[in-house]
């Protein structure tokens, strides 16, 4: 069986978006909520999305015409019946969206697979809310949902091969690039984005240098066309300290920066200058090397850990961050010894032991 019609719970930022994908695909699709306003507000925007596609003559009116009558609405989750796939984007609370794949069980196709949209909670805690574990996985879109290229595809411990293939598959019919990663805290791209994040705002605590020159140095050092304190400005702070914390129980090095806490409970956006102050050239070298070796620690250890292939951290680098120079070729070109080089004193610092599966599997 192959997906042809596909079931949203939630019309919010990001169930909206993915509807939009899958419509434009020519998937049918339902999008159910509870609350009417959004679901006009959602065919809303997905009409804007498809008018301006045609305007930038990415596709015909036609097509346009066509995509948006693979669209419907419902308001009740018994409206998931007969739906090949079934995406849950709803509030990020693990009891939330238990309850959720709970009550929509009874619902299901017999051959249904079940996703979760979800950006940190692992696959493996929301499984066995469903009868089916095994046709149920992770589909992390990244915002904004209809436009970012990239889905991690997450398989838990009991996702079948079959299933995963069938996402897959779906993922790359909506022309997406799929990046898939096996269950873990922060999956593939998070892992490394939310300490490189973090370690740029640990710089500005120790006021190494200004939110304005740490981006300036992130940009010129991996080819980036926003710093992290840019980037953190479109997602919101407390969004990016939520996500640096949910890679806490990973150790020490993943615990949030002071001046993150400060951010994400207190601003709604960090300041940037326009005119940053030009830094000294070891002051310079001293950012970009400890924002190297936050990419370069998390992505050696999740290597490691099989959580993905080496070059598929760094398509999802590229593809969902536009990294020019993504952390496995950055490590690569530098050369196992200044690698591991960069890497020991912060492990050391942190207590944690030197990544030698990862460096292996990296450097062959």
């Known amino acids: 069986m192959s997906i042809a019609s596909v079931a949203i719970i939630g019309a919010g930022t990001m169930g909206g978006g993915i509807a939009i994908g899958c419509i434009a695909a020519g998937f049918r699709t339902c999008v159910i909520d509870l609350d009417a306003g959004r679901l006009e507000e959602m065919e809303q925007r997905a009409r804007r999305f498809l008018d301006r596609a045609v305007q930038k003559e990415r596709m015909s009116r036609a097509q346009a015409d066509a995509a948006i009558a693979c669209l419907r609405n419902g308001r009740d989750l018994k409206d998931v019946a007969g739906a090949d796939l079934v995406i ?8 939330v969206k238990r309850d959720l794949l709970a009550g929509i069980a009874n619902h299901l196709a017999p051959e249904a697979i079940v996703a979760t949209n979800t950006s940190a909670l692992r696959v493996a805690a929301l499984a066995d809310a469903l009868p089916g574990p095994e046709r149920f996985l992770g589909l992390h879109y990244f915002s904004p949902a ?3 290229p990239l889905v991690e595809v997450v398989s838990g411990p009991k996702t079948s091969l079959a299933t995963l293939d069938k996402a897959l598959a779906f993922v790359a019919a909506t022309e997406k690039t799929p990046l898939p990663c096996r269950d873990a805290s922060g999956f593939a791209v998070n892992r490394f984005f939310c300490p490189y994040t973090n370690e740029a705002a640990r710089l500005l605590g120790e006021g190494v240098a ?5 981006d ?6 991996f ?15 407390r969004i990016a300290l939520n996500a640096v914390q949910n890679l806490a129980g990973l150790g020490a090095f993943y615990q949030p920066a002071s001046a993150l806490i400060h ?3 207190e601003r709604d956006a960090w300041e940037i200058s326009a005119t940053p102050a030009p830094l000294d050239d070891e002051t310079a070298q001293l950012i970009a090397e400890r924002l190297r070796a936050a990419l370069f620690l998390p992505v050696l250890e999740a290597v490691g850990e099989k959580v993905a292939a080496p070059d598929d951290f760094d398509l999802g680098a590229r593809v969902a961050l536009r990294f020019g120079v993504p952390p496995v070729a950055a490590m690569r070109a530098l050369g196992r010894d200044r690698t591991v080089a960069l890497i020991t004193p912060v492990a050391a610092q942190y207590g944690a032991g030197l990544p030698v599966a990862g460096l292996d599997t990296v450097f062959g």
């Not at 300036?216 to 050092?221: D, G, R």
């Not at 080819?223 to 702070?237: E, R, T, Y």
Request: proline share 8%; net charge negative.
């Open 88 to 95: 849950e984007a709803v509030f990020e609370d693990l009891a």
């Open 146 to 148: 209809e436009v970012n």
């Open 210 to 214: 200004s939110t304005a020159q740490i």
């Open 216 to 221: 300036e140095v992130a940009c010129a050092a």
């Open 223 to 237: 080819d980036l066309p926003l710093g992290p304190f840019a980037v953190m400005n479109i997602i919101k702070p």
């Open 263 to 265: 951010a994400g409970t």
